[in-house]
Every structure is written in C-alpha cells, then in structure tokens.
C-alpha cells in the first residue's frame, strides 16, 4: 500500500447489517485501521459522530430505511472525510453529497484501499 495512509489511522463504520460490518471492520484492521466505534443504526450513529475521535468514516447510505444525512452533516461540520458504502450506486447517494466518494457494495479490500487512500490525498490537500 502507499505510505500517505496514517499508521493507526481510526475509522467511524456505520452499516446496519451486522455481518456486513463484521467484514468491513476485518477489511479495515486487514490494511491496518483500527475500527474507533461503529453503529448499526441513526440515533447510535448521531451519537457517536458527535464524540468519538476518528479519522474518517465509512457510512452505509441506507440504515435500516433512514439516510444516512444526518450523520454525514455531522461528520461534516467535525471537518472529517467520509466514504458512503452504498448498493444504490451514485444515484443512491443523498443528492447535497453527490460529490462524495461512493463504494459499490459489495467490494473488494484492494477497491477500499484505493478509496481510503484517495479519500484522504484529498482531504489532507
């Protein structure tokens, strides 16, 4: 992998489906991020968007039928970059954040390495 990753780097996942999460946070620890906190659902995501300390966040477009909006204004306003995971597509993404990296679900480590790595080149430029 490329040396702009950050060694310990920490990650806010948001996925309501718990085998999902289970394989994102394995993925994540597999290229050397450690999962800070995850949620399953908005109100617990809300919560934790607002006081956990991470580096970036994977958030689940759809979490048990809510946008995930909420979340990413939060994220948002904390100025920390996040990557929506997604099995909509583009056109699935809440329209004020079109312009957001977008994982297609299902994905493979080496495509959320490559977002991971560009998500944060753009962030830190």
């Known amino acids: ?10 990650v806010f996942l948001v996925e309501d489906e718990v085998m999902i999460r ?7 620890e597999e290229l050397g991020y450690r999962v800070a906190a995850e949620a399953g659902e908005i109100g617990e995501a809300v919560k934790l968007a607002q006081t956990t300390d991470f580096d970036f966040a994977i958030l689940d477009v759809n979490v048990n039928g809510k946008v995930i909006s909420p979340v990413a204004d939060l994220i ?5 970059p996040f990557i929506f995971a997604t099995g909509y597509g583009s056109s699935g993404l809440p329209e004020e954040y079109r312009d957001r990296p977008a994982l297609q679900k299902p994905f493979q ?17």
């Open 22 to 28: 289970m394989m994102v946070a394995d993925m994540l």
């Open 1 to 10: 992998m490329t040396a702009t990753r950050p060694v310990g780097g920490s």
């Open 76 to 80: 948002k306003a904390r100025g920390r």
């Open 109 to 125: 480590l080496e495509t959320l390495a490559r977002m991971i790595d560009a998500t944060l080149k753009d962030a830190a430029a």
